[in-house]
Nanobody
Framework: QVQLVESGGGLVQPGGSLRISCAAS????????MGWFRQAPGKEREFVAA?????????YYADSVKGRFTISRDNAKNSMYLQMNSLKPEDTAVYYC?????????????????WGQGTKVTVSS
């Protein structure tokens, strides 16, 4: 069983930056494929970014965030991060951390087994 806890959300102005974090329990964190998803008000949850397990040397991004967001992981700290730059109002959403025990890297929501409770990010002036 893996528990995921997100942190770092908040209110930021358009064009600003924010880094959100995901802390994971469990000794096998390094082998899990990890991802970030988000759900905006009134919309379905969508893929944001993913990073491969073990070395984290492969990452994937939704087109809407490519070039602005960077996903990373620190296996020694059982943590994953999402650095968000040049934020836009349309980035406003609850951001969820997810872990997959079955896939070392995947962008599909159904492939993830464990989910955090989410952290809210609001981009507004």
């Amino acid at each position: 069983q893996v528990q995921l806890v997100e942190s770092g959300g908040g209110l930021v102005q358009p064009g600003g930056s924010l880094r959100i974090s995901c802390a994971a329990s469990g000794r096998t964190f390094r082998s899990y494929g990890m991802g970030w998803f988000r759900q905006a008000p009134g919309k379905e949850r969508e893929f944001v970014a993913a990073i491969s397990g073990i070395r984290g040397d492969n990452s994937y991004y939704a087109d809407s965030v490519k070039g602005r967001f960077t996903i990373s992981r620190d296996n020694a700290k059982n943590s994953m991060y999402l650095q968000m730059n040049s934020l836009k109002p349309e980035d406003t959403a609850v951001y969820y951390c997810a872990a997959s025990s079955r896939y070392i890297n995947t962008v599909r929501e159904r492939d993830y087994d464990y989910w955090g409770q989410g952290t809210k990010v609001t981009v507004s002036s």
